[in-house]
């Protein structure tokens, strides 16, 4: 697995619970190893660690809230990381995603929610888009993991989970794990 993070900018708990639950489950399941949360959730923080005690990752999966990204983003940079931010200006995935699949550094993967402020596109290493078209932060994640995984993130397992799926054809199967 990769050194991946992700952050996750401005969100706010009233309107964003849902969304940046999602960002959090995409990062976990498709091969990151934490989530920065701007912005203040306690409620949010418990409800996916108690996700993640079901379904694994606990050894290394961290989620936090952070007051700024912007510092994230700084101190990711003084420590030599790369800075990858998905936006739909930014330049399209299929051109940079070989160069930045052979970039062996730990990466930070920003995404926004309603309106990203100018910073971020000037200090960032990557502003990258997954298709020039608005869409979402969720799809967004998922596809940038997805092809610099190439497809390997989604046979990911998870030693310590409580539960694991045994897959069906038809109906539901779910057993203990270990
Ligand atoms: N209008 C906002 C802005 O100033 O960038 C974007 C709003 S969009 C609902 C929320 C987030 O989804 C963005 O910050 C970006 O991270 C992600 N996103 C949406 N479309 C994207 C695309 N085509 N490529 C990459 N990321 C995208």
Redesign the pocket.
């Known amino acids: 697995m990769k050194d991946i993070y992700v952050l996750r900018?401005s969100h706010r708990p009233a309107r964003d619970k849902r969304v940046t639950t999602h960002v959090v489950l995409v990062a976990r399941a498709f091969g990151a190893k934490g989530v920065y949360i701007e912005g203040e959730d306690p409620n949010l923080i418990s409800s996916v660690d108690k996700a993640i005690e079901i379904w694994g990752g606990k050894s290394y999966f961290k989620v936090e809230t952070v007051k700024d990204g912007k510092s994230v983003v700084d101190l990711w940079r003084e420590k030599g990381g790369l800075v990858i931010?998905?936006?739909?200006?930014?330049m399209h995935?299929c051109k940079r995603i070989d160069e930045i699949s052979k970039i062996e550094k730990p990466m930070l993967v920003?995404?926004?929610?309603?309106?990203?402020d100018g910073w971020y596109y000037h200090n960032v290493d990557y502003n990258?888009?997954?298709?020039?078209?608005?869409?979402?932060?969720?799809?967004?994640?998922a596809l940038?993991l997805d092809r610099l995984y190439k497809g390997r993130e989604l046979y990911n397992t998870f030693e310590d989970s409580r539960l694991k799926i045994i897959p069906q054809e038809v109906g539901k199967k779910v057993v203990k794990n270990g």
């Not at 931010?85 to 930014?90: A, D, E």
């Not at 920003?110 to 990203?116: A, T």
């Open positions: 900018l931010h998905l936006t739909m200006y930014g995935i920003i995404v926004g929610s309603e309106k990203v990258l888009a997954v298709g020039n078209q608005p869409h979402s932060e969720i799809a967004a994640l940038f």
